[in-house]
């Protein structure tokens, strides 16, 4: 997306919701997918065959403990598709993080198409996974700072 259609589309509803894009979590379901079948097989295979347990079986365990965790993460996260990105005419908002126009100080373009917005307390970041023109949505939100900020 361009920054004209997040200002159509802001102009039209007061409001652009950027959510997370599932194209962005396919390697991570891949990978994780991968990772808990392989140590999972392989605890069951220990288990299945009666023998004596050594440090990997109990890696294997643990590790398939830990991929398995992430593997509904990714797949929660697919589902639900949060965290969402709300920008309105008071600011923004990622999750549980809400910052006003007045809070924001500067808009920044990282390189990893990241954009931050450094604020008086935290950082609010929006990573690529919301979108994929992080220039094009940095450049837009520093044009609605100076359009709604109070100085």
């Not at 808990?36 to 440090?55: E, P, V």
């Not at 126009?101 to 931050?116: D, I, P, Y």
């Amino acid at each position: 997306m361009t920054p004209e259609v997040w200002e159509a589309e802001f102009e039209r509803d007061s409001r652009v919701v950027l959510l997370p894009r599932r194209r962005a979590y396919v390697v991570h379901l891949l990978l994780a997918g991968f990772l808990t079948f392989t140590n999972g097989s392989r605890t069951l295979a220990a288990i299945r065959d009666g023998r004596d347990w050594g440090l990997w079986e109990y890696a294997n365990v643990i590790l398939f403990a830990v991929f398995g965790s992430s593997l509904i993460v990714v797949v929660s996260t697919l589902v639900r598709r949060k965290p969402v990105v709300t920008i309105d005419r008071r600011g923004i908002a990622k999750g549980d993080q809400n910052v006003t126009w007045n809070q924001v100080g500067l808009v920044e373009f990282k390189m990893g198409g990241a954009v931050v917005l450094t604020t008086d307390d935290k950082p609010l970041r929006i990573d690529g996974k919301h979108t994929d023109n992080a220039s094009g949505l940095a450049y837009w939100l520093q044009s609605l700072v100076e359009r709604y900020k109070i100085k």
